[in-house]
């Protein structure tokens, strides 16, 4: 990325629209905070491994 301040936009746009897709699967599921957390940590973990 040439541009320090695009890749944090970007990154901080990209945590808004995954907090939104989280607080909306919440709500249709009804998953608790944690089973929110841990989803996220294991979507984490498979894209460390893929990079």
């Known amino acids: 990325m040439a541009n ?3 890749k944090t ?3 901080e746009k990209a ?3 995954i907090k939104e ?3 909306k699967f919440q709500d249709e599921s ?3 905070d944690m089973e929110i ?3 996220s ?4 973990r498979v ?3 893929e990079n």
């Not at 940590?41 to 984490?44: I, N």
């Open 4 to 6: 320090l301040d695009q």
């Open 9 to 11: 936009i970007l990154i």
């Open 15 to 17: 945590y808004k629209e």
């Open 21 to 23: 897709i989280c607080t």
């Open 30 to 32: 009804g998953a608790s």
């Open 37 to 39: 957390k841990t989803l």
């Open 41 to 44: 940590r294991e979507l984490s």
């Open 47 to 49: 894209l460390e491994k």
